[in-house]
DNA sequence: TGTAGCCATCGCAATATTACGATTAATTAA
DNA sequence: TTAATTAATCGTAATATTGCGATGGCTACA
């Protein structure tokens, strides 16, 4: 007779495994993947330029549905890279420039302690 | 009698719209997907700070089986920040100094060109 | 009190990502 | 030649992401 084997960790499958890493790491990885799609890319470009701060003429701005601009928004929040106050009967976006310069720095170091040493 | 009514765009479900979004955009988004996960940065910041180049001691700095660091291993390759030499039996690893320099560049620009504007 | 506009959220569908074990291909060592 | 080691790839499973339309909750204005 077989014995019973239970082979899986199934809740490691499909979930990005956070056990084993840095919170540095984690935390990095975190706010470059909110960085990873280029509507998002564009919203931030969008509010880095604009004078005044912007609502839901982000919606004009992008090609895609105002469901889905609002989805990226929020994900943008949800990393704390902007931040929105609602304005009357819309909701005017800005960038949350505490959180914008501590992204700024987490990539820097990243990118800084590398020098290159003849290898491969 | 009902007309035939076909709604969807099939091809834009579930996958990233680039048409509409800069070169510049689709790139910067394309990197820093490539960041977005804890073994990559992981394995970017070992890399980065180890004095020779490294092979598959990489697969045991992280708690992660051999199969799923050689995808991560993969992306990184594809986005051009890594680069692989095989090396008698094993493989070697190392920055690709030049793409390295241009992501490094990319995201400054996006974190640059922000000035803050009391907004909200 | 409607009613119109703005925007978040829900529900769905399609695809992508993450992870693992098993297998395969290539190289070195015996 | 054979066996062992290394690392890529395949196949599978679970979950995440992306996108849309539809719905619902606000606020402002008539």
Redesign the interface.
């Known amino acids: 007779m077989q014995p019973f084997i239970v082979k899986l960790r199934l809740k490691d499958m499909g979930l990005?495994?956070?056990?084993?890493?840095?919170k540095t790491?984690?935390a990095?990885?975190?706010y470059?993947?909110?960085?990873?799609?280029?509507?998002?890319?564009?919203i931030?470009?969008f509010l880095?330029?604009q004078?005044?701060?912007i609502c839901g003429d982000i919606v004009n701005e992008?090609?895609?549905s105002q469901s889905t601009v609002s989805q990226h928004l929020k994900e943008l929040k949800n990393v704390g890279l902007i931040?929105?106050?609602v304005e009357g009967p819309s909701v005017?976006?800005?960038?949350d420039?505490k959180n914008?310069q501590l992204?700024?720095n987490s990539?820097n170091d990243?990118?800084k302690?590398?020098d290159?040493?003849n290898?491969?």
Chains 1, 2 share one sequence.
């Open positions: 990005t495994k956070t056990e084993g890493f840095t790491q984690v990095l990885a975190g470059s993947k909110a960085l990873g799609h280029p509507a998002r890319i564009a931030l470009q880095a330029t004078k005044g701060c992008l090609p895609l931040k929105g106050n005017c976006y800005c960038i420039e914008w992204v700024k990539l990243l990118f302690n590398f290159p040493k290898c491969c």
